[in-house]
């Protein structure tokens, strides 16, 4: 397998955060993010990347599908509570957002632990 791909490491987190969010609560994205920055991401700013794409993507495909499939009904309502003028797009954003820097916070964190304990060259 090719680990340099850039690819890999957003749809791994997309594919096991979908699947963990299933049964478990929110910000178990977070710890999908942080195990897969842990053990696969190269730098920190790669894993930041991946957690960000794949988390967001994990939270805003399906607040898009649902808020499509009741012609917006719900999520009007829950946009009128925040400040987004009723604003369903807004508020399919905002759940993106909040996803991508939950999930790239921790696979960074995940990166930054993995390279703390490496053993460093001698110069």
Known sequence: MNWRNPW??????????????LDLPW???????????????PTG?????????GAALSWLLP???????????LAHRMA??????GSVPALVLVAGLVAGLSGGLAAL??????Q?????PLA
């Open 45 to 53: 700013r790669v894993a930041f990347g991946a957690g960000f794409s």
């Open 8 to 21: 890999l490491l957003p749809i791994l987190i997309l594919v096991l955060a979908s699947a963990v969010q």
């Open 80 to 85: 009128q509570l925040l400040p987004l003028g």
């Open 27 to 41: 910000w178990s994205l977070a710890v999908v993010a942080f195990i897969v920055g842990l053990a696969i991401a």
């Open 63 to 73: 607040a898009a599908w649902l808020a499509y499939q009741n012609e917006g009904l």
């Open 109 to 114: 964190a995940g990166a930054w632990l993995r």
């Open 116 to 120: 703390a304990f490496q053993p460093k």
